[in-house]
């Protein structure tokens, strides 16, 4: 039996090193180290060398073809697809590294989770899920190893069918998918894959990270992985570089940099512990997840040093081996030099390429029940690993504390989230806790949630709250910081940045909101508890900053997706932020931006005021909307109290007016399909907050254009609404300037009601006030009104 595997099979060889190292776990079993016989293993041995053959061929079919055909026999030209796709370079490489992936989950008696970096390389997985029958529940009785599953397959694979509903019609994606059985991430995002694997697996879980070294360039931070990796609340985590040297039209940076030698070298300085393996062998993929877990589990026994010098596999290998046009430039989405289709010379190559790589039915079921031992092993098959049925319970939400001597209600939003936070995490210990965190985590008032849970570094420095294992993930990159909270999904998360900076983190945030989105429709909702991203020294209190700090673009991004998923919430005093924290932790699988303040406001709303204001997503704040002839609507901080200052002044004058606060403004948006539509609120409740017929005021944080867009259903025209906002006017400013720079003043508001009602009412702006709204007089005279405190709000 051994030397049917050492042969190879198909454009499959193995190295003399790769037997050798074959050999070392041969002689594994035979001492009882693993979880076959010896004669069990070099059936699996020969058993993935048939599969990573048999996937390859359905790759490249995927890719071309509209059927299969079992007996061998070659393609005709109607055969083929008129328009082929497919990304098979890659896909011809990441067969081979799931085949060997599966081997060693057999080898092993463990079932590892996987992920994807380059998750347009889907075709493989699919098609190696699709001949092992390990495919995900929409994908069952469609899929299989008959020609019939198997022609499905290759002709729902870019076919763009679509529902009448304007949903894909078929099971199966260009990228992973909720469809792809065992798939976490999309990874079309490319980069962010390398970011969030350490952070994903809990102790006692295995994850194997597939990475591409065109992908290596896209996020920094991917190198830092030694910093965050702890034996004691991480799980094994391997990364797998598969090195085929091209991205789309060129050269990778690695491979202009020096290849494998200089990969290298870069990994050993950044502290891991290189392992090559060869990239066109999938038993060297099985050898090498094998032995780098080895070198992990010493480290895990030791609990140290730190940082850990991690395992790092490297599989140098040619992009589209086992099929021609590999190494070419057109290896990345479709290697033959010409369409089958339509011509004759691709026709030949296409059927001898697929020739070379054909497994025979009988040999391909034989090598497949060799693999499926998982019964045997008593373990889930890979679509059902840990990490992707990961069902996470609610957490305890302490209530809220109340005020006394000693503990005074905060006056300012972000030190109520830092106390509530901090409470929650006490009140669930068994919970893993990451914050992510840029920079300033102090200086963003929160001093409790750093002193708790401290910097996670190497070196601890004396005197400051930093520990090796702190939960305070660190450094001055958004992009890094946020993939330690959205890798966790086993755990408890938060991110804090400044509102400008965090639109760095638009990328990864919306990678997660698309998936888990598509997870619910397909009814099956995500199981990891939502992660709340809050953004704070916004728009308008960093002023005193340039304008690179003004800036609400990532809520503005946010409120265009689906807002069941992704919610922003605005917050405008202790009482609202704090329970915007506790309504976004009692949800799954959501992306919460909270926008707060973190000088410190005047409170507005008593703690049940603000369990309402977010449970309806608005609340009426003075005023009474039955008897207005102006609705103010404030969405804001900040915004909030320049309303109440404009009611002030109207209502001092005689002209009835009301002041709404919306906290979350997707709540009023027109629910664009069933889901959102659900979350959104009825014609009955925005009519009785925002009654028909009635001029309104717009106040808000962000551009104008973009609320107003949102908000269409309170708008009755252009001569019932105006909107103030930010008109991308910045410079170096207090909030004063920053609210006149942008024509969002108490007067500009009253100016807007004035024009809408069409009177000028005498009296209601002096004449150096109106004098400076129209930019003839001293901005300054605006600032006079004293702070707004609603007297009959609770502390």
Not at 246 to 263: C, K, M, N, P
Not at 351 to 368: K, Q, S, V, Y
Not at 483 to 499: P, R
Not at 593 to 614: F, I, M, N, Q, Y
């Amino acid at each position: 039996m051994q030397a049917s595997w050492r042969g190879g099979c198909g454009v499959i060889t193995h190295s003399d090193e790769t037997q050798q190292r074959l050999q070392d776990i041969l002689l594994s079993a035979e001492r009882g180290k693993l979880a076959l016989t010896q004669a069990e293993l070099s059936g699996v041995f020969s058993a993935t060398d048939r599969l990573a053959n048999a996937a390859m061929w359905l790759v490249a079919h995927m890719a071309y073809a509209r059927r299969v055909d079992l007996s061998g026999a070659p393609l005709e030209a109607e055969d083929f697809k008129p328009a082929p796709e497919g990304h098979m370079g890659g896909s011809l490489n990441m067969a081979v590294a799931f085949a060997g992936y599966l081997a060693a989950n057999a080898l092993s008696g463990h079932t590892r989770a996987w992920t994807l970096g380059q998750g347009h390389c889907v075709a493989a997985i699919e098609a190696v899920n699709t001949l092992t029958g390990d495919v995900s529940e929409d994908q069952r009785g469609r899929y299989d190893r008959t020609e019939a599953g198997l022609t499905a397959l290759v002709r729902d694979f870019y076919s763009y069918a679509i529902t009448p509903e304007g949903r894909p019609a078929v099971p199966l994606g260009s990228h992973v998918n909720p469809h792809t059985a065992g798939g976490l991430s999309e990874g079309g995002y490319l980069g962010f894959t390398s970011l969030q694997y350490i952070h994903m697996p809990l102790p006692g879980e295995r994850l194997v990270a597939f990475l591409s070294d065109g992908a290596f360039e896209e996020q920094r931070g991917s190198d830092w992985a030694p910093r965050w990796w702890r034996a004691g609340d991480s799980g094994l985590a391997i990364p797998v570089m598969v090195l085929n040297g091209r991205r789309i039209e060129q050269r990778t940076q690695i491979s202009q940099e020096g290849g494998l030698d200089w990969l290298v070298k870069h990994l050993e300085l950044s502290g891991f512990d290189p392992i090559i393996v060869d990239g066109h062998d999938p038993l060297s993929y099985a050898w090498g997840i094998l032995d780098a877990e080895a070198r992990l589990a010493k480290i895990v026994e030791s609990d140290g040093p730190y940082p850990a010098r991690l395992p790092y596999l490297i599989a140098p290998c040619i992009k589209g081996f086992g099929f021609p046009g590999a190494g070419s430039n057109r290896a990345h989405n479709l290697p033959l030099d010409g369409n089958p289709h339509t011509d004759a010379a691709a026709r030949l190559a296409f059927n001898d390429g697929a020739r070379a790589l054909f497994t025979p039915p009988d040999e391909l079921d034989d090598a497949i029940q060799r693999l499926g031992v998982h019964a045997v092993q008593d373990r889930p098959r890979e679509s059902r690993n840990a990490l992707a049925v990961r069902k996470v319970a609610s957490p305890v939400l302490p209530a809220s504390t109340a005020p006394s001597d000693r503990a005074p209600a905060p006056k300012c939003a972000m030190d109520a989230i830092d106390r509530c936070f901090s409470e929650i995490v006490r009140a669930n210990p068994h919970l893993r806790v990451r914050v992510a965190n840029p920079d300033e985590l102090r200086s963003n008032h929160m001093p409790l949630t750093l002193e708790m849970l401290k910097h996670r570094v190497n070196a601890p420095e004396a005197g400051t709250p930093e520990d090796i294992y702190g939960s305070v993930i660190t450094a001055l990159n958004e992009e890094a910081v946020i993939a330690a909270a959205l890798g966790n999904k086993g755990g408890l998360n938060l991110a804090v940045s400044y509102e400008a900076f965090a639109m760095k983190m638009l990328g990864a945030l919306r990678q997660e909101i698309i998936f888990a989105r598509r997870q619910k429709e397909l009814g099956r909702p995500p199981g990891w508890i939502s992660v709340p991203v809050i953004a704070t020294s916004h728009t308008w209190e960093n002023a005193k900053n340039e304008q690179s700090h003004q800036d609400p673009t990532l809520p503005e991004a946010l409120l265009g997706e689906m807002s069941d998923t992704a919610r922003v919430i605005f917050p405008v005093d202790a009482s609202s932020a704090a329970e915007a924290l506790r309504a976004v932790y009692r949800g799954h699988g959501e992306i919460a931006c909270l926008v707060t303040p973190k000088r410190d406001v005047p409170a507005l709303l008593s703690a049940s005021e603000a369990v309402s204001a977010l449970e309806s997503g608005a609340i009426h704040i003075a005023g009474d909307a039955a008897s207005a002839r102006i609705q103010l609507v404030a969405v804001g901080a900040y915004q909030a109290h320049e309303a109440l200052r404009a009611y002030d002044r109207l209502t001092e004058h005689g002209v009835a007016a009301c002041v709404t606060l919306i906290l979350e403004p997707g709540r009023f948006r027109s629910g664009r399909d069933p889901l959102e539509q659900a979350f959104t609120a009825t014609d009955k409740a925005l009519h009785e907050l925002f009654p028909v017929n009635l001029a309104r005021v717009l106040l808000t944080h962000t551009r104008p254009e973009p609320m107003t867009g949102l908000l269409r259903r309170l708008d009755g025209g252009p001569d019932q609404l105006r909107a103030l906002g930010y008109i991308s006017h910045g410079g170096t400013f207090d909030v004063s300037g920053m609210l006149f720079a942008n024509r969002c003043t108490w007067a500009h508001a009253i100016d807007a009601a004035m024009t809408l009602l069409g009177e000028a009412f005498p009296g209601v702006l002096s004449k150096d006030e109106r004098a400076a709204i129209e930019g003839r007089g001293d901005p300054s005279v605006l600032q006079s009104l004293k702070p707004i405190q609603r007297e009959e709000t609770a502390p």
